[in-house]
């Protein structure tokens, strides 16, 4: 027989949870993913829309470049060993000669929107993850 709980669910909700995720084909390149809740996703696109007024009337209209420039500081915390190399099978760069492709890019918001907006392998990754609330609630 197994025991009824009597707890208040609503206590037991954390906003957030932040892991960190190895990228596959790129050798200790690991990326610092944050899952976040209904209400701070809900937040993020709620700042994002702004009212438009035209010949039919008041309408919402998404600032998109707001939006993925909120979300990926959300989302996206950080990361180790991005090389150049890898960058460069990710999207079209033009990396100056005086750079080893086996530099690492240090992690700042700007690269990781950068690469967000411009590296669909690097968005499915993201977006894959994230969408997979197994990836953050495993124990052990």
């Not at 669910?9 to 976040?36: I, R, W």
Request: hydrophobic fraction near 40%.
């Amino acid at each position: 027989m197994s025991n009824v709980l009597s707890l208040n669910l609503n206590s037991m909700v954390k906003p957030e949870q932040a892991m960190d995720f190895e990228y596959p084909g790129c050798n200790g390149f690991s990326v610092t993913l944050c899952y976040l809740g209904r209400e701070r996703l809900n937040a993020i696109r709620k700042a994002c829309i702004s009212k438009k007024v035209s010949k039919d009337g008041i309408q919402d209209s998404m600032d998109f470049e707001k939006f993925n420039r909120l979300y990926s500081e959300a989302v996206i915390l950080g990361w180790k060993g991005l090389k150049m190399s890898y960058v460069a099978n990710m999207m079209l760069v033009d990396i100056p000669e005086n750079v080893s492709s086996d530099s690492e890019l240090e992690f700042s918001i700007e690269n990781a929107e950068a690469l967000l907006k411009h590296s669909t392998e690097f968005d499915t990754f993201v977006t894959s993850t994230l969408g997979d609330l197994a990836n953050f609630t495993k124990h052990g």
